[in-house]
């Protein structure tokens, strides 16, 4: 093979790279409503029970959630990985959008809650070119079964629970990370 035709070939790779980038960066997060009712959410202890991809992380977490003066911080607190935190602001109050210096954005919306016992949040991330989503059903409890709200919505939303992952069957005998949410 001549240079020519290695040269083509490496410009025909780039050029399809390029494209695909150029692709996703127009991708966005989902559009969900939020509750709007989620006032008292941002008060107590949450687990993680399902996910819709199931990932190790976040199913495996524990949320803490509070607030002050409005604003939320998610932190995250991993013996291994330390002590994230990302400070939130959002045009509703039910989101949590954040940025850092890496370019890295976030979401985090609140569903459906009773503030109470049960909560159906979205989460959409946008590390590079592309958003990875999820959503997570959290429970007072952790082993708790998802709650008929939590099913009536996700009908809402053209999903059903059993296409969730539970929480019983990837993190049993895992070490567990926990998440920490407060509003400042």
């Given at each position: 093979?001549?240079?020519?035709?290695?040269?083509?070939?490496?410009?025909?790779?780039?050029?399809?790279?390029m494209?695909?980038?150029?692709?996703?960066?127009?991708?966005?997060?989902?559009?969900?409503?939020a509750?709007?009712n989620?006032?008292e959410?941002?008060?107590?202890n949450?687990?993680?029970?399902?996910?819709?991809?199931?990932?190790?992380?976040?199913?495996?977490?524990?949320?803490?959630?509070?607030?002050?003066d409005?604003?939320?911080?998610?932190?995250?607190?991993?013996?291994?990985?330390?002590?994230?935190?990302?400070?939130?602001?959002?045009?509703?109050?039910?989101?949590?959008?954040?940025?850092?210096?890496?370019k890295?954005?976030?979401?985090?919306?609140?569903?459906?809650?009773?503030?109470?016992n049960?909560?159906?949040?979205?989460?959409?991330?946008?590390?590079?070119?592309?958003?990875?989503?999820?959503?997570?059903?959290?429970?007072?409890?952790?082993?708790?079964?998802?709650?008929?709200?939590?099913?009536?919505?996700?009908?809402?939303?053209?999903?059903?629970?059993?296409?969730?992952?539970?929480?019983?069957?990837?993190?049993?005998?895992?070490?567990?990370?926990?998440?920490?949410?407060?509003?400042?």
């Amino acid at each position: 093979m001549n240079l020519n035709m290695k040269t083509i070939i490496l410009i025909t790779i780039f050029g399809i790279l390029m494209i695909r980038r150029i692709q996703c960066m127009q991708c966005d997060c989902e559009s969900v409503e939020a509750a709007g009712n989620d006032g008292e959410f941002f008060k107590g202890n949450w687990q993680v029970t399902h996910s819709k991809i199931g990932a190790m992380f976040p199913i495996c977490g524990k949320l803490e959630t509070s607030s002050q003066d409005g604003k939320k911080i998610i932190k995250l607190d991993d013996e291994e990985v330390g002590t994230l935190e990302i400070k939130c602001t959002g045009s509703k109050e039910s989101d949590c959008e954040a940025k850092d210096n890496n370019k890295i954005t976030g979401l985090f919306r609140v569903v459906s809650t009773d503030n109470s016992n049960y909560a159906l949040v979205y989460i959409c991330t946008k590390p590079a070119s592309f958003p990875k989503d999820d959503y997570l059903i959290l429970n007072k409890d952790k082993d708790a079964a998802v709650p008929a709200a939590v099913e009536s919505k996700l009908k809402e939303l053209k999903m059903e629970s059993k296409d969730f992952i539970d929480k019983k069957d990837v993190c049993e005998d895992l070490k567990i990370p926990k998440i920490k949410i407060i509003s400042l």
